[in-house]
């Protein structure tokens, strides 16, 4: 027997003798409760997917998922305390904030968004719309807004729900790409932001679909355009920025929220596994995706090599962003 065909035969023994072993050890868990940490308050879009995701896990577990809102400093707290307490009966619902823009933002943050952590599966993406005051931007027209922009640099705003903020980095992103300059005007919070486009004090607003979406419906705003890579169901005429083209170096364009499962970085394959099968089976429910769809955000699932590979791509994206801009944090 030559020696690669001796390095094979060793090789699919062992695996043989490791996969009885594996299973058992999936067998064995989960043997009590988890935990789902959701690292903003109650109430919002990221609470609403955490709840629907921790009862449908718990359904397909027969052990309670219990989430704990952890809020403050954009979900960057609640992601060290986390990294800080090996627990393999833990998840932690990792987005945008957490394992892309936070890193990108922040030099000293108390864990690393690579090593602290091993991905389970992409659970929703929700994509963003650009709203406008109608009597500030006549017709809700995004290419006549941008070439104004263009024409007269920094007199013409966009708002966001603070600096460093996904919409933030949203708009500073069409910014770079567009060679434009839209004026960011940082608010606490997207209501805040919201009050400020409906009164006329900016002209516009990049906000998270789910919560603009009722301000569009009744009018009080116009949507320019959304930031998914095509035109949504709900608003099935508004154009995606994408559509804007070769003018403003948009064709292909897409920037939107995520959010995900994470497991701590001790647990062990056959569980995060076992972890992104649930999930999966979650997510694949039709009465799961259709509570999903109808907060505005759009069901996915996926293998934990490919969730990893999104926050790998997402984190070197939003750093070059970041960096070129000069973003800084509130």
């Known amino acids: 027997m030559n020696r690669i065909t001796r390095r094979t035969t060793i090789a699919a023994a062992a695996g043989l003798l490791a996969a009885p072993a594996l299973r058992a050890q999936t067998a064995a868990w989960p043997n009590r409760d988890l935990r789902l940490v959701c690292p903003f308050p109650p109430g919002g879009t990221t609470d609403v997917v955490a709840r629907l995701i921790a009862a449908a896990m718990r359904d397909r577990l027969g052990r309670n998922v219990v989430v704990e809102n952890q809020p403050g400093a954009g979900s960057t707290l609640a992601a060290g305390r986390f990294a800080r307490e090996a627990d393999d009966h833990a998840l932690f619902l990792s987005q945008i904030a ?10 000293n943050l108390a864990y690393d968004p690579e090593t602290d952590f091993r991905a389970v599966t992409l659970v929703v993406t929700v994509p963003n719309v650009w709203v406008a005051n109608p009597r500030r931007v006549p017709g809700g027209d995004l290419r006549a807004f941008l070439r104004d922009a263009k024409a007269k640099p920094g ?47 900016v002209d516009s607003l990049i906000d998270n679909l789910p919560t603009a979406l009722p301000q569009i419906q009744n009018g009080n705003v116009v949507a320019l355009a959304v930031t998914s890579r095509e035109r949504l169901p709900d608003l099935p005429n508004v ?12 064709a292909g364009f897409e920037a939107e929220a995520w959010f995900g499962l ?15 099968e649930v999930a999966q089976a979650a997510l694949n429910d039709p009465a799961v995706r259709q509570q999903l769809a109808a907060r505005g955000t759009t069901p996915r699932g996926g293998p934990p090599a490919d969730y990893a590979a999104l926050v790998t791509r997402e984190r070197q994206r939003w ?12």
């Open 319 to 330: 750093f070059e962003v970041v960096r070129q801009g000069n973003v800084q944090a509130d």
């Open 155 to 201: 007199e013409r705003n966009f708002a966001s729900a603070g600096n460093g903020t996904s919409t933030h980095l949203t708009g500073e992103l069409i910014n770079q790409l567009a060679g434009v300059r839209v004026q960011h005007v940082p608010y606490r919070g997207a209501g805040p932001a919201m009050t400020a486009v409906i009164g006329g004090e």
């Open 239 to 250: 154009p995606a920025v994408s559509e804007l083209g070769a003018e403003f170096n948009l």
């Open 262 to 276: 994470h497991a701590h970085r001790s647990a062990s394959d056959a569980v995060v596994a076992r972890m992104a």
């Open 98 to 107: 957490s394992h892309a823009i936070g890193p990108a933002l922040f030099r």
